[in-house]
């Protein structure tokens, strides 16, 4: 089979991670990069040979590219991503899809109509410990889980891309933690989110560099959830409580793939409990990167699909009108506002096929 053609559009932090994946696969080259930085496309053109650069996003959408990897700052996306569908191209474009949820469903039909694939750059949803946990409730080790923490905030004192943003906590991190905590529970419906976003007198951020938030789901399953770029330590720590124990695993950040695992059976004291169990660990863009090539290949639609990311976007969206509204729980899944979120079947698991993926 011919290698899929990608051409980059911004060679930046994540474009750095995400290549270091594409490029050890043998069914993908890089084909074109666009950036607005000459420094940036001299160094592409160092690393690619023969590749096509330009700080112009025509040069990305020649006859010769299959796929776009947007790797923009996000306020870039919607208008980026609209092009690269209209022209026919495969998308993939990192998280968040865009800054709106009504810009990123726009997207969702643009590609289906277009025929082309529409994907995000979730990857963290694949980091061993989030796939490992997911066995654990899949497999009923903690029975049915009905309270989750999830806390991850970390010291970001440079702002960077984020300069101006309105709501660098709930768009920038808490995207992967909502699409991470899906991951591990197996998709559950949000039902609503109450959420305060601050910003500590320590933080340089323009918007809530800090988020607290109470999220409700179907079933009767309840998330204390608390994220952002301005502690003054980092600090992660997910729990999950079920009707047989409680799991909890600590550690610096999500990304940070050494943990302090443990599982308490009820009302008893944690001990240590190895749950990565025969997993090894894993580079999650690998992961990520191989379900995106079957995608587009036309196999199996994955979990962050546009389509079924629209969900993430769903629930953050109610978060930042919860804190524009000073925190009033706002409703998602039921929410008119996010219909086109929430049309997919319910109850998937995926990371079942997740797991399965990285045996
Ligand atoms: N999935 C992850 O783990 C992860 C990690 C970091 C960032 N991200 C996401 O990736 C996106 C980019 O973030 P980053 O940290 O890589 O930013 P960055 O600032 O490091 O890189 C962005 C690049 O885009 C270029 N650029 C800006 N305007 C452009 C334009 N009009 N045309 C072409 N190139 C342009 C910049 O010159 C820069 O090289 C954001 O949406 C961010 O949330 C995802």
């Not at 905030?153 to 440079?158: C, D, E, L, Q, W």
């Not at 979990?303 to 919860?322: C, Y």
Request: some cysteine; overall charge negative.
């Amino acid at each position: 089979m011919q290698p899929l053609r990608c051409a980059v559009l911004g060679w930046g932090a994540v474009s750095r991670h995400m290549l270091a994946a594409l490029d050890r696969t043998t069914w993908a080259e890089v084909v074109a990069v666009v950036d607005v930085r000459e420094d940036a496309l001299a160094e592409a053109s160092d690393r690619y040979q023969g590749v096509v650069t330009g700080t112009d996003l025509a040069v990305a959408l020649g006859d010769d590219v299959d796929a776009v990897l947007v790797n923009t700052p996000s306020h870039l996306h919607f208008d980026q991503v609209a092009a690269v569908l209209d022209a026919g191209k495969h998308a993939l474009v990192a998280k968040p899809i865009t800054n709106d949820f009504e810009h990123a469903a726009r997207l969702v039909d643009q590609a289906s109509k277009a025929g082309v694939t529409l994907s995000v750059g979730q990857q963290m949803r694949y980091m061993r410990h989030y796939q490992a946990v997911g066995r654990v409730v899949a497999a009923g080790d903690v029975g049915t889980v009905e309270a989750v923490t999830l806390l991850n905030a970390k010291p970001r004192p440079n702002v960077g891309n984020l300069a101006g943003m309105q709501q660098p906590a709930l768009f920038e991190m808490a995207c992967h933690h909502f699409d991470s905590l899906a991951a591990v529970l197996g998709d559950p419906r949000p039902v609503s989110i109450a959420a305060d976003g601050f910003t500590p007198s320590w933080s340089s951020y323009d918007g809530p560099s800090m988020v607290n938030a109470l999220i409700r789901f179907e079933g009767g399953l309840h998330a204390l959830y608390q994220g952002g770029f301005a502690s003054q330590g980092p600090s992660y720590e997910l729990r999950l409580e079920g009707t047989a124990g409680a799991l909890r695993c600590r550690g610096v950040h999500m990304s940070v793939d050494e943990m302090t695992t443990e599982l308490a059976r009820p009302a008893q004291a944690f001990a240590p409990y190895d749950v990565n169990r025969g997993l090894d660990p894993v580079d999650p863009w690998a992961v990520h990167l191989e379900h995106w090539r079957d995608y587009v290949r036309g196999g199996t639609e994955p979990p962050f699909s546009g389509r079924r990311n629209l969900a993430v976007m769903a629930l953050l969206s109610a978060g930042i009108e919860s804190v524009q509204s000073g925190g009033a729980p706002v409703d998602v899944c039921d929410n008119p506002r996010f219909a086109a979120a929430f049309g997919h079947a319910v109850g998937e698991h995926p990371h079942v096929d997740a797991v399965g993926a990285s045996l």
